[in-house]
């Protein structure tokens, strides 16, 4: 039988063992660090942002599986958005791993690849790892310049 947490545990352990877009990236304009105290994951990431378009993305840094891999398809993910798909899709995996009700079967579709992120919320101080390149992501594109913590 086909078993989707199988499935969704080898996207985070591909993602995390063989990051995507890992590394500074050439011409970025954007970039922001950020830190999740609570787990030691530190990053930072790089976007080159053109006419509202994230034309691309990148990340360093050392962390968790959660926090590697979720950064990874974060950057996969937002490549070609406008820069308001990007922080909608911020908002929208946020409000999954925190949120009381669970995903839909819709929600999970939407996220794509990111849905295997979704467990996170039974675990909440994993959410952090999780969300962490996200507010990363979000600080950067609206130009925050200090480093974001998660606590
Ligand atoms: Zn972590």
Same mark, same amino acid.
């Given at each position: 039988?086909?078993?989707?947490?199988?499935?969704?545990?080898?996207?985070?352990?591909?993602?995390?063992?063989?990051? %995507?877009?890992? #590394?500074?990236?050439?011409?970025?304009? %954007?970039?922001?660090? #950020?830190?999740?105290?609570?787990? #030691?994951? %530190?990053?930072?990431?790089?976007?080159?942002?053109?006419?509202?378009?994230?034309?691309?993305?990148?990340?360093?840094?050392? #962390?968790?599986?959660?926090?590697?891999?979720?950064?990874?398809?974060?950057?996969?993910?937002?490549?070609?958005?406008?820069?308001?798909?990007?922080?909608?899709?911020? %908002?929208?995996?946020?409000?999954?791993?925190?949120?009381?009700?669970?995903?839909?079967?819709?929600?999970?579709?939407?996220?794509?690849?990111?849905?295997?992120?979704?467990?996170?919320?039974?675990?909440?101080?994993?959410?952090?790892?999780?969300?962490?390149?996200?507010?990363?992501?979000?600080?950067?594109?609206?130009?925050?310049?200090?480093?974001?913590?998660?606590?």
């Amino acid at each position: 039988m086909f078993d989707l947490k199988d499935l969704y545990q080898e996207v985070i352990i591909d993602h995390s063992k063989r990051p %995507r877009h890992f #590394g500074k990236l050439a011409g970025q304009n %954007r970039e922001a660090e #950020g830190y999740n105290p609570l787990c #030691g994951d %530190r990053l930072t990431v790089e976007l080159i942002v053109e006419d509202g378009i994230v034309k691309d993305a990148a990340f360093e840094g050392a #962390g968790c599986a959660i926090s590697t891999a979720s950064a990874s398809l974060m950057t996969d993910m937002v490549r070609g958005k406008t820069e308001a798909e990007a922080q909608a899709l911020f %908002r929208q995996f946020q409000s999954l791993v925190t949120r009381n009700d669970p995903p839909t079967e819709d929600e999970l579709l939407e996220l794509e690849k990111l849905a295997a992120l979704a467990g996170v919320r039974a675990f909440p101080s994993r959410v952090k790892c999780a969300t962490l390149a996200w507010h990363t992501l979000s600080a950067a594109l609206d130009r925050r310049n200090a480093p974001v913590k998660t606590e």
